[in-house]
Nanobody
Framework: QVQLVESGGGLVQPGGSLRLSCAAS????????MDWYRQAPGKERELVAH???????NYADSVKGRFTISRDNTKNTVYLQMNSLKPEDAAVYYC?????????WGQGTQVTVSS
């Protein structure tokens, strides 16, 4: 199975930006879809952004216009560019890849938005 590793989280002030990366141990073309989820303390894990193998994207209403998901098939990496960050964006962000046969999750990367 292809494994996923997230990176790029950290502490940022409100209004700031971060770019998360999700590096795969194999080809991300093996995944039908790839997604970014997040989970804040005491809350359910929620889907933030979605990208298909063809490059089509969808976003949660709460991040539309601020977050951008993209993929680089040559680097086997999916990115989440996060701009205009708000305190409510603080969470552990997880990368997920779904193939025909299995779903792969990364270990998560912490994003903290605070002044």
């Amino acid at each position: 199975q292809v494994q996923l590793v997230e990176s790029g989280g950290g502490l940022v002030q409100p209004g700031g930006s971060l770019r998360l990366s999700c590096a795969a141990s194999g080809s991300i073309l093996s995944f039908i879809d790839m997604d970014w989820y997040r989970q804040a303390p005491g809350k359910e894990r929620e889907l933030v952004a979605h990208i298909t193998s063809g490059g089509s994207t969808n976003y949660a209403d709460s991040v539309k216009g601020r977050f951008t998901i993209s993929r680089d098939n040559t680097k086997n990496t999916v990115y989440l560019q996060m701009n205009s960050l708000k305190p409510e964006d603080a969470a552990v962000y997880y990368c997920n890849g779904r193939s025909k046969y299995y779903s792969s999750w990364g270990q998560g990367t912490q994003v903290t938005v605070s002044s």
